[in-house]
């Protein structure tokens, strides 16, 4: 399998154990160069955005695969999550309404989590 929908599909039971809302994945290979897959999630609050990150992190690493980059942890209203392959967005409610990256890469495809067997 391939090595980015395996960290994706890491990421994302990663996220849903700490009862991430709205879990989104995007194949943004045709459209970017700056990975294969986005992620996108949100937390109820500060303290959520922080487990879901902290989780995600963890499990990624004890799979192999550590994180590159990690921006916005301290703050916890937007945290990047920069792996190569897949980037992980987690917010609060409110940023994922304001950035709303999903329509900004509406031009990548996105995936359901039952296409990826999850």
């Known amino acids: ?3 980015a929908l395996e960290m994706v599909k890491i990421a994302y039971q990663a996220l849903d154990d700490k009862l991430a809302e709205d879990i989104r ?4 290979r045709e459209i970017s160069t700056i990975a294969d897959y986005f992620i996108i ?3 109820n ?3 959520q955005v922080q487990a879901m990150v902290d ?8 799979a192999g695969y550590p994180i590159k980059q990690m921006e ?4 916890g209203n937007w945290v990047l999550m920069d792996f190569h ?8 409610k409110e940023n994922r309404l304001f950035y709303d990256l999903e329509r900004i890469w509406k031009d990548g495809k996105e995936l359901e989590a039952q296409d990826l067997g999850l």
């Open 55 to 62: 989780n995600a992190e963890e499990e990624l690493e004890k």
């Open 1 to 3: 399998m391939e090595q």
């Open 41 to 43: 999630a949100d937390g």
């Open 72 to 75: 916005g942890y301290r703050e």
């Open 25 to 28: 994945i995007i194949d943004i």
């Open 85 to 92: 392959d897949i980037i992980i967005h987690v917010f609060d």
């Open 45 to 47: 609050n500060k303290n």
